[in-house]
């Protein structure tokens, strides 16, 4: 009878619920909360949902992200920055630059939303933060979770790069919810139903040399930005050149979706009970909101500025898509001009400032990588 109460008994202090705190627990909640708002809401499902599985496997089972666990070696293509450039392949082989070619003004409204990145750079280091922290932290105001993870890694700030990374793709998946209002306070409504004319057709020619143009420029200006823009790129001189289907499909669908199962298992498996019931935790998550509604409002400013020195030809609401969260934000800023006028239509014109963003993000962490000599 002793032998098999003690059989029991080694049995349970075996099973993972025997050995799992507090804080395992309430990051399960957290993690399940995650996967409502993936599963039932919707919000970003795409990554939400294996971020948020990935948060519930390390609580579970904490040795699952210890050397030698599965989660380990996903979580070293992070480290080593090949999940978050082969995500850029993936995007640039999505994203039409059309939009953007066509108005190339739309480059200043996507590098006016990286005001946001900057401004939070400053704040976080009053709050406390040092300099390379603060930058990792500040990217989250691009709403671009790859980068916001490259540049974590290239500053060496793994110890926060869970809750930068959540930060980031949950405010990617919560861009309908927090950009309009700003949107509708630094406007007016005659501003908001300015309709903008019909952009010109872009020739395929354009479409192959810009990736090509962009690629030397930037990444002669900012070396460091090579594995981000340059895949970027390459993604959509695959799409453009019309020479390589196959490869265009591959690493739009096939690759893009595989490495987002990675990818997102692995970020959330960096949001240990320890890693991430912290304070530090907490002002990063707010930081991170801040950057974002400091983006969103420094675009449609901008916005507004150009749409005073163009007569009144410019709808602020475009400023508000450069941010990266592509094609979202430019659906949302169709969306809020929709609403003064049903019969206005944003969305090419919001295009152009959206992808103009995910190039201006790069730049920006870009920008701290030269600035910290990384």
């Known amino acids: 009878m002793e032998y098999v109460v003690n059989t029991i008994e080694n049995l349970l202090k075996q099973t993972a619920f025997f050995n799992l705190s507090l804080g395992n627990l309430i990051m399960i909640v957290v993690a399940c909360g995650f996967l409502y708002l993936a599963i039932g809401k919707q919000y970003e499902p795409l990554l939400l949902l294996p971020i948020s599985f990935g948060m519930l496997l390390v609580n579970v089972y904490p040795p699952i992200m210890e050397d030698g666990g599965l989660l380990y070696y996903f979580y070293l293509l992070d480290e ?126 354009e479409r192959i040399l810009f990736p090509i143009i962009v690629t030397i420029i930037v990444c002669g200006l900012l070396p460091s930005t090579t594995p981000l823009v340059g895949m970027l790129m390459l993604g959509n001189l695959f799409r453009e050149s019309g020479v390589v289907r196959q490869l265009t499909e591959t690493a739009s669908n096939a690759l893009m979706y595989i490495v987002v199962i990675l990818l997102g298992t692995s970020v959330g498996a960096t949001t240990s009970a320890e890693a991430f019931l912290n304070w530090s935790t907490i002002k990063i998550v707010i930081l991170g909101l801040a950057a974002f509604c400091f983006g969103t409002a420094a675009g449609v400013l901008f916005g507004k500025l150009m749409c005073k020195l163009s007569g009144g030809k410019i709808n602020p609401l475009i400023g508000s898509a450069g941010v990266s969260a592509v094609p979202m934000a430019a659906r949302v800023s169709q969306k809020v001009g929709a609403e003064a006028d049903p019969t206005n239509f944003l969305l090419m014109h919001a295009m152009g400032p959206n992808v103009a963003g995910v190039i201006g993000t790069a730049v920006a962490a870009g920008v701290f990588m030269a600035i910290f000599g990384v």
């Open 80 to 205: 080593w920055t090949i999940l978050p450039s082969l995500i850029f392949l993936g995007v640039g082989a999505l994203t039409d630059f059309g939009p953007l070619i066509a108005n190339p003004k739309s480059f200043l409204l996507g590098a006016a939303a990286q005001f946001g990145i900057f401004g939070a750079y400053i704040i976080a280091m009053l709050i406390g933060f040092n300099d390379m922290a603060a930058a990792a932290i500040a990217i989250i105001g691009g709403a671009d979770g790859p980068t916001s993870i490259y540049l974590a890694m290239k500053l060496h700030q793994t110890d926060i790069m869970g809750p930068i990374a959540v930060a980031a793709y949950s405010y990617m998946s919560l861009v309908p919810i927090i950009q309009p209002p700003i949107m509708k306070a630094l406007t007016t409504k005659e501003e908001r139903q300015i309709k903008m004319e019909q952009l010109r057709a872009v020739s395929k020619r």
